[in-house]
């Protein structure tokens, strides 16, 4: 069993930064992806970014593509995603997500093909 714990959300202004973690813990494996994504009150849930955990691809959601950056640190056991120049419209609870075994983008595009969540953080940006 994976456990994920996310952290690094807040309040900010437009044109602010935020880097979120994602601290993951339990069996992993190097060809797993780990995905962000994220949901709005009201809206389905969001693909964001997703990275494989051997670091051989990333992806984005065309919203935050050019601002928003994933990374992984293996050794901690922690996925970042960078977001800069962060706007109104990016304001929701981000979840990231595991998904067991490689997998293609579209794949990793498709929040139903994940198995694990973390609980989620919440990101405000006012105007």
């Not at 602010?16 to 973690?21: F, G, P």
């Not at 304001?91 to 694990?116: E, F, K, N, P, W």
Request: aromatic content about 10%.
């Amino acid at each position: 069993q994976v456990q994920l714990v996310e952290s690094g959300g807040g309040l900010v202004q437009a044109g602010d930064s935020l880097r979120l973690s994602c601290v993951y813990s339990g069996g992993t494996h190097r060809d797993d992806g780990m995905g962000w994504f994220r949901q709005a009150p009201g809206m389905e849930r969001e693909f964001v970014a997703a990275i494989r955990l051997s670091g051989a691809g990333a992806w984005y959601g065309d919203s935050v593509n050019g601002r928003f950056a994933i990374s992984r640190d293996n050794a901690k056991n922690t996925v970042f995603l960078q977001m800069n120049s962060l706007k109104p419209e990016d304001t929701a609870v981000y979840y990231c997500g595991l998904r067991r075994g490689r997998a293609i983008s579209a794949i990793l595009r498709d929040y139903h093909q994940y198995t694990d969540w973390g609980q989620g953080t919440q990101v405000t940006v006012s105007s």
